[in-house]
């Protein structure tokens, strides 16, 4: 048993630190977040394909480093300590894991050498529209090998090369890979909450199409794609979570107020344990979600979910608190607390909000038959 | 990254997993008994012999001493085994959780080799009389003072409250005040006490969920050995920390029933919102996934720092995050039971208790464990000031000899 990374994940996890604490400060995140042409930057991006972070848990055979998951795992904690503005996690997380989780022998062949080397932007077209979108009741329709529709909103959706679509073919709900090249596809770029990702309307118009995974299966492949990313935006969110309490911490121990510093004030001093209380739940159980996702362990849907659910209540407690560590200059634009609170809001939402994967946990320990085993028998002490 | 046993683990596993198969049986009586303090005694006694004889005891404990020689993973998956019996005894916890780690660090060999085995075996249960009346967050503010004598021996007079089983201990480690001339950590000394020596009274405080599990404790002059004492002279705040760090760690479980209890009972009481269980209610299942992900993400934690451990490394005091949540995690488990149970949740006859009665337990003892071994707030600033390194606040009392400082109730 281990429960931690191991001496060569930890060395590429700090190779990584280091590169982005150079290559990616909040000044390179910054610029496009201010900037409404710039949808993501591509030095960044071309470096980090260069290095082969798109590879790392992706097969040799494919192009890719072929290493465990946990490598990914580690790398996404300093992707999202630096509010990193690529569309990484849509590629790799994303568009990659799906790739290997369903995709055929010639998909895999096609797609991901390209993936590995930066060429290809992946991005997940599920939403159409206000609230929560079933997949039992989608409107984007797929015939005869075309889909036809509009998803709202996608993120990357105005800068990916191909997409997943959530459709509904003649055999049900399915999910589809669209080379977003084709004729048919139209996009209008959308404003985010989170500027420093892309974010953008596609429409479809009998645009060609293939199946990805087995047709009517929807449901469950797309799951099983969401729980696979789940578990590598629980690190994302880790990172975040972990910088707040690092840049609020920096500041408390700058700021006077009624003569001393105010990190010696109680009241911010608990709200310091309670980031690190919810950040360290969130990590442990995103390292549970990164067991299950490099063994394939049947238990990852609740794995998955409670990754998520830590992950997503860390971060953005974590962001709300630094900015009201930060005080008035907490709300100004110059201060980084904004681009946390706006990032972890994007990851909040990006997979599906909290009350959804609070359902499919329950759901998951149901199946699990958790209710027949826990036995209450009135005498623990 | 391995949640998984490797082979020696397995095969500890399956080893512990055919011991509690055969012996196990003792818990029988206990379930068929009705809730019965003193039958409980007595099987928590003859559970911790046997499993003193199998050296599965104080598993990672050296074998000179009682122990296994064994390692805090097996300690671990040896615990994960029995609680799946459903019974957990409290009464050795404190002597081998925290007093006799204080003991083994601080006390000569002839010492350890008579106080150490039997507090293993069962035979002896052990209390921690550290708070005071006036005392017990600021665990270093204690009145007792222990006066040397002329033979060397100690005069130990003072007060202690909220001793857990001291009523049923026969030892004890205790804080005393030395020298009340320098600021108050400075002139603290520890002992260890055997609980009939003359001098000591012990009388039952009747807490608040009506049960007397704690006590106050008063000295009269009682004679102590210098050999008693752990540590040197007026560094008793040194061995008092040891004894805390361990205490916050031995807290860090959950104790009693959890999100899976809760969910199962949600699945047998009928919904107030239209048809179906409890369960089937959008807000419950809410509520159930995220206690849920702490009471995981807890056990997960709980494993990291075994693996920091198992690396050479020390636990430190990250571990006061397991009790700070654990705490109110029971709390808020229990009260969403009996939220759920209704009108049914207030009542508390031991007729009816069955499956209700452990959430009822934990109704009060959730609002005991947020207070002992450190409230909320103390173990926050814990996390805050020696995790986190954040500064400390001001002490008023840090340069003042102890006499002078104000003292209120
Ligand atoms: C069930 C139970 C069993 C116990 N068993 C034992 C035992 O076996 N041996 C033993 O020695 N003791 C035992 N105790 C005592 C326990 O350790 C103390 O009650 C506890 O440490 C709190 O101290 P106090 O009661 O004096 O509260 P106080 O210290 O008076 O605290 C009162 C309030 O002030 C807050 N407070 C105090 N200091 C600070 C601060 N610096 N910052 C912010 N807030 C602060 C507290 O959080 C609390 O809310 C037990 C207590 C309980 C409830």
């Not at chain 1, 972070?53 to 097969?59: K, N, S």
């Not at chain 2, 860090?252 to 899976?260: L, N, S, V």
């Not at chain 2, 409890?278 to 997960?300: H, I, M, P, T």
């Not at chain 2, 397991?322 to 006859?349: F, H, P, W």
Request: proline residues 3%; charged residues 25%.
């Amino acid at each position: 048993m281990n429960f931690d990374y191991s001496e060569e994940q930890i060395f590429l996890k700090d190779q990584v630190r280091t590169f982005l604490e150079t290559e990616c400060t909040s000044s390179v995140t910054r610029s496009v977040l201010e900037d409404k042409h710039t949808p993501y930057d591509e030095a960044l991006w071309r470096s980090v394909s260069e290095m082969g972070w798109m590879g790392v848990a992706v097969p040799e055979s494919y192009g890719g480093l072929g290493l465990d998951h946990v490598y990914l795992c580690a790398i996404a904690e300093e992707l999202g300590r630096v509010i990193a503005p690529i569309p990484f996690s849509s590629t790799v997380y994303i568009l990659a894991e799906a790739l290997m989780l369903t995709g055929t022998e010639d998909q895999k062949r096609r797609i991901l050498p390209r993936l590995v080397s930066g060429e290809i932007v992946g991005c997940l077209a599920t939403s159409e529209g206000r609230g929560y979108t079933s997949i039992n009741s989608l409107s984007v329709r797929a015939e005869g090998g075309f889909v036809t529709g509009e998803k709202i909103p996608v993120v990357d959706g105005g800068i990916a090369t191909h997409a997943i679509v959530s459709v509904r073919s003649e055999k049900g709900p399915s999910l589809y890979l669209v080379d977003l090249s084709a004729d048919g596809v139209k996009r209008e770029e959308l404003d985010s909450i989170d500027p420093t990702r892309n974010l953008a309307k596609v429409i479809f118009n009998r645009v060609p199409g293939e199946a990805l995974g087995e047709e009517g299966k929807g449901e469950e492949l797309l799951a099983g794609v969401q729980n696979r990313a789940a578990v590598l935006f629980s690190f994302e969110q880790i990172g975040g979570s972990e910088r707040c309490l690092d840049i609020a911490k920096d500041y408390a121990m700058n700021r006077y107020a009624f003569g001393q510093i105010v990190s010696k004030y109680q009241a911010i001093k608990h709200k310091f344990a309670d980031m690190y209380v919810k950040k360290e739940i969130a990590r442990s159980n995103a390292y549970y979600g990164a067991w299950a996702l490099s063994t394939n362990a049947d238990v990852l849907p609740e794995a998955a979910a409670s990754a998520r659910i830590a992950g997503c209540l860390s971060y953005e407690f974590s962001a709300q608190e630094n900015l009201q560590i930060h005080g008035g200059m907490g709300f100004t634009w110059e201060t980084d607390c904004h681009l946390h609170l706006r990032r972890a809001r994007q990851l909040g939402l990006v997979l599906g909000g909290l009350p959804i994967w609070r359902e499919r946990l329950v759901r998951a320990l149901e199946e699990r038959g958790v209710v027949q085993k826990g036995e209450n028998n009135g005498l623990s002490r | 990254m391995d949640f998984r046993d490797n082979a020696q683990e397995a095969e500890f596993r399956k080893n512990t997993r055919d011991w509690l198969a055969v012996h196990g049986s003792i818990f029988t009586e206990l379930k068929l008994a009705k809730y019965d303090r003193e039958k409980e005694l007595e099987i928590a006694k003859r559970w911790q012999a046997a499993k003193a004889e199998a050296g599965y005891a104080c598993i990672a404990w050296p074998v000179e001493w009682g122990g296994r020689g064994g390692t805090a993973m097996e300690q671990t998956i040896f615990s994960e085994e029995e609680e799946k019996l459903g019974v957990r005894f409290q009464y050795f916890s404190i002597g081998l959780g925290m007093c006799l780690p204080t003991v083994i660090a601080f006390s000569d060999k002839e010492t350890k080799s008579r106080l150490v085995p039997p507090a293993v075996r069962g035979d002896t249960i052990w209390c921690q009389l550290f708070s005071e009346p006036a005392a017990g967050s600021d665990v270093a503010g204690i009145r007792t003072r222990a006066i040397e004598t002329e033979d060397g021996s100690w005069l130990l007079s003072g007060q202690k409250v909220w001793t857990s089983y001291a009523h049923q201990s026969d030892y004890g480690i205790v804080l005393a005040r030395t020298n009340p001339d320098v600021p108050k950590h400075k002139g603290l000394t520890m002992f260890w006490l055997d609980m009939k020596s003359p001098g000591i009274e012990v009388r039952p405080i009747h807490m608040a969920s009506g049960e007397s599990d704690f006590n106050e404790v008063f000295f009269t002059d009682v004679r102590v050995k210098d050999s008693q004492r752990l540590g040197e002279v007026n560094q008793g705040w040194k061995t008092a920390l040891l004894t805390l760090d361990n205490e916050r760690l031995s807290f860090g479980g959950a104790e009693g029933p959890d999100w899976e209890e809760l969910m199962s009972l949600a699945a047998t009481l009928p919904s107030g919102m239209g048809g179906g269980s409890v369960l089937k209610e959008g807000g419950f299942r809410d509520k159930l996934a995220d206690f849920y992900v702490l009471s995981e993400g807890l056990k997960y934690t709980r494993l990291r720092s075994l693996t920091t451990l198992s690396r050479g490394q020390t636990p430190g005091p990250e571990n006061s995050v397991g009790k700070l949540i654990s705490a109110t995690q029971m709390q808020r488990v229990a009260n969403e039971a009996l939220e759920r149970l209704d009108q049914y949740g207030i009542l508390a006859d031991e007729d009816f208790l069955s499956d209700v009665g452990a959430f009822q337990r934990n109704f009060y003892w959730g609002a005991a464990m947020r207070i002992a071994g450190g409230t909320d707030e103390i173990l926050r600033n814990i996390i805050a000031e020696r995790v986190l390194g954040l500064p400390r606040e001001h002490r008023l009392d840090a340069e003042v000899a102890f006499k002078d400082l104000p003292k209120g109730i």
